[in-house]
Every structure is written in C-alpha cells, then in structure tokens.
C-alpha cells in the first residue's frame, strides 16, 4: 500500500476565462503562478497551474470554454483552506476585487466557521478558521 499522507497534490479543472481564473486565485486569494502553457502543448490547450509557494498542492486551470459550459459545480464542490485563524476583512476584500463573490453556505457549518467565496466558474472556495486536526476528524483520538 503506497503512503499517500504527504503526496503532492493536483485538482485540475477546466475554465471558460483562464484570465479571470488566473486573477482570482493569484491577485485575490494569493497564490503563485507555478507554470504555464499555451494551446501548443500536448492535449493542444492552454493551462496555468497555481498553488501556495512552497506547499504540496496545486490547481490546474485548464482554458478549455466547452468542458467549462458543461461543468456544473454543485454546492458541495468545495476547496476548503484550513487557516487556524479567521480570514481578513482586508484578504476577503481583496478575493472579491479580482471577482470572487462571498456566498452562503449550503451548509451552515462554513459560515459559523469560515467565509465561502465562489470564483469565476462558479466553484466554491472556504477559507475555514479552523486548524485541520486528522485525529479529531476521524475519530482517531
């Protein structure tokens, strides 16, 4: 059995705007260009990959508008952050300047301990207060 507890991590998803993607998730929430592609690279379409300088994680945003239109992110297609401390007023503000949008939760569990956001293609963003803690999520403890 392979050990998966440390494995980086990449959530692909498609885009119908790789610019508003791309100024959500590096002018608004943060993150760091790791890499990019124009439609000249195998699969033939433009990409940019995003993630938190030095962490083990990574979003794949892939320019392509026709799988986009047909995506339909549901309420519970969430990308939750475990921060350990609420949000900034200043940091939200920021993620809505580069078009998030601050929505309610379909579960109000992330609104008594978090702020959800929803970005250009409709995909949900939580920025939990909570530390993540494996044992107490399992049962473990």
Do not use: K
């Not at 998966?4 to 991590?9: F, G, H, R, V």
């Not at 892939?62 to 986009?68: H, K, L, N, R, W």
């Amino acid at each position: 059995m392979h050990d998966l507890s440390s494995a980086p991590l990449r959530i692909a998803r498609p885009t119908g705007d790789l610019g508003a993607a791309e100024r959500f998730w590096v002018d608004g929430v943060g993150l760091e260009v790791q890499w990019r592609t124009d439609a000249s690279a195998e699969g033939g379409h433009r990409l940019t990959m995003v993630g938190p300088a030095g962490g083990s994680w990574h979003l794949e945003l892939v320019d392509d508008p026709q799988c986009a239109a047909e995506a339909h992110p549901t309420d519970e297609d969430l990308l939750v952050v475990y921060l350990g401390e609420p949000a900034s007023d200043a940091w939200i503000s920021r993620i809505e300047s580069a078009g998030g949008v601050r929505v309610a939760a379909r579960n109000p569990y992330w609104d008594t301990l978090g702020v959800t956001l929803r970005d250009p293609d409709g995909y949900l963003f939580v920025l939990c207060c909570r530390d993540w803690d494996p044992a107490e999520r399992t049962g473990a403890r």
